[in-house]
């Protein structure tokens, strides 16, 4: 059974950092192309960054400020942000990611992200 538990948010002021941690079970991480997604409250979910042995990608809105890495030996992923905004602000989940940028499994709980002063 596929399961993913996101862990490491909080509440942080604008211009701070966090490192939100997924990890995974039931398959082996670093062999899928792992994904970051958000939601932010009343939104629709919006992949924020992708992850395979090879490349990473980001959604425009966080290039430069997001870095996602993983660790094969505790298959986590992880999501370090810095220079956070208040939009920023959301639940974010991780999943394995599609040919097509789609979920493929059932998410997590979610890890929620407060950007605020």
């Known amino acids: 059974q596929v399961q993913f538990v996101e862990s490491g948010g909080g509440l942080v002021q604008p211009g701070g950092s966090l490192r939100l941690s997924c990890a995974a079970s039931g398959f082996i991480a670093s062999t899928a192309t792992m994904g970051w997604y958000?939601?932010?409250?009343g939104k629709q979910r919006e992949l924020v960054g992708?992850?395979?042995?090879?490349?990473?990608?980001?959604?425009?809105?966080?290039?430069?400020?997001f870095t996602i890495s993983g660790d094969s030996a505790k298959n986590t992923v992880y999501l370090h942000m810095n220079?956070?905004?208040?939009?920023?602000?959301?639940?974010?989940?991780?999943?394995?990611?599609?040919?097509?940028?789609?979920?493929?499994?059932?998410?997590?709980?979610?890890?929620?992200v407060t950007v605020s002063s």
């Open 38 to 41: 958000r939601q932010e409250h």
């Open 50 to 65: 992708t992850i395979t042995r090879t490349y990473t990608d980001y959604v425009d809105s966080v290039k430069g400020r």
């Open 83 to 112: 220079s956070l905004k208040p939009k920023d602000t959301a639940v974010y989940y991780c999943n394995v990611v599609s040919a097509g940028l789609r979920p493929v499994f059932p998410w997590g709980q979610g890890t929620q």
